[in-house]
C-alpha cells in the first residue's frame, strides 16, 4: 500500500501582504481542481508569526506527487506563490509521508 504524501510549502506575508497570500493561494487552488492524486489543500497561518503561512497539500501517494511535480504545468501554476515563499529556513517546502495517524471518530447526531 502506497503511502499518503503531504507537501508543505513555507510562505511569508512581510513584504506583500495577507491579501497577497491568499490571493495567490486561491489562484492556484482553482488551477489544481481536478488533479489526479490532489486530495485537498489547505492555507494555513501561524498563531505565532501573523505574517507566516504554510499551504498544505495531501496527494493520493508520492508517485501521484511526482507526476504532478515533474509536469509541464507544474512551474506555470504555482508560479503565483513563488515570490511569497519563506526562504528563511533555507528550503522553503517540505515533502513527507504519513508514517502513522489517528482521527477522532465521527459521531451521528442523534
Known sequence: MSERVRVLVFVT????GTQAVADAYHRISRSLAG????LRNELLRSVHD??????????RDLEAFRAWEEGESH???TAPLRPLQDRSRGVPFGVYTVQAAYAEEEKSPV
Open 13 to 16: 506575508a512581510a513584504e506583500a
Open 35 to 38: 488533479t489526479a492524486g490532489l
Open 50 to 59: 501573523p505574517a507566516g503561512f504554510v499551504v498544505l497539500s495531501e496527494w
Open 75 to 77: 512551474r506555470s501554476t
